[in-house]
């Protein structure tokens, strides 16, 4: 899943046009060029992660992973300042997306080369396996990825696959509350993860039934 959504994005990417880089996101202050590039630097986190010892066992999952303290303030303020000045470190968007092209394929060709049942730290001194952290490298992928699409005035390119991971580990993450909603709601995949992702607005309908079973969705930014 990793590598269809890479190879999705790097391809997108790579057709792009200076203007096209510098349009808005929903994800402001980013444009496409800075959001290209904070999703770029997650995926390469794994290189660096795998190169350092495992921890001595793993105590958080994907789930876990986005939790309250990943989107405090200050936290917020430094990945949007990161991916802004590395957005602008690159010449041209053409260079941005080969980089990427580079980044994602040496990430890729590490996770494969791990033993199984591999522990890394993450950047936020999180121990988990490595599954669970590439769980967390494709939702930034797809869930970005629909951003993205949506700044180029595209139909979303999200996968099969990674939509069904993701709407999963929404509904999982979101507990007995969330069981059977998607059906209720007439929601497919891909709507389900616009939804619980802020990426689409709710009806009035939609949220009534939300708040009175109690959802609480995971917050991905």
């Keep these: 899943m990793f590598r269809g959504e890479a190879v999705r994005l790097a391809e997108v990417l790579v057709g792009l046009t200076e203007p096209e880089f510098a349009r808005p996101t929903r994800c402001p202050p980013w444009n496409v ?33 986005f939790g309250p303290a990943k989107f405090t303030p200050e936290t917020d303020t430094a990945r949007v300042d990161m ?18 092209a580079q980044t994602w394929r040496a990430a890729y060709a590490a996770s494969l080369a791990a033993p199984p049942g591999r522990l890394v730290r993450t950047r936020h001194g999180d121990p988990m396996t490595l599954e669970e952290f590439l769980v967390t490298r494709v939702v930034e992928l797809g869930v970005h990825g629909l951003d993205l699409a949506a700044a180029l005035d ?26 059977g909603l998607a059906e209720q709601l007439r929601w497919d995949r891909l709507t389900l993860v616009a939804k619980a992702t802020g990426r689409q607005p709710l009806t009035d309908p939609e949220r009534a039934e939300i708040d009175r079973r109690g959802v609480r969705w995971l917050a991905f930014g």
Aim: hydrophobic share 45%; net charge negative; no cysteine.
């Design 83 to 100: 991916a802004r000045q590395e957005g602008a470190g690159f010449g041209s968007g053409r260079e941005l997306a080969e980089d990427f």
């Design 154 to 179: 595209r139909e979303p390119w999200l996968t099969g696959p990674t939509g069904e991971l993701i709407a999963g580990l929404l509904t999982r993450a979101a507990g007995p509350a969330a069981v």
């Design 33 to 65: 060029r800075e959001l290209a590039a904070h999703v770029s630097t997650g995926a390469g986190r794994l290189v660096g992660m795998l190169a350092e010892p495992a921890p001595p066992r793993a105590e958080v999952d994907a789930a876990a992973y």
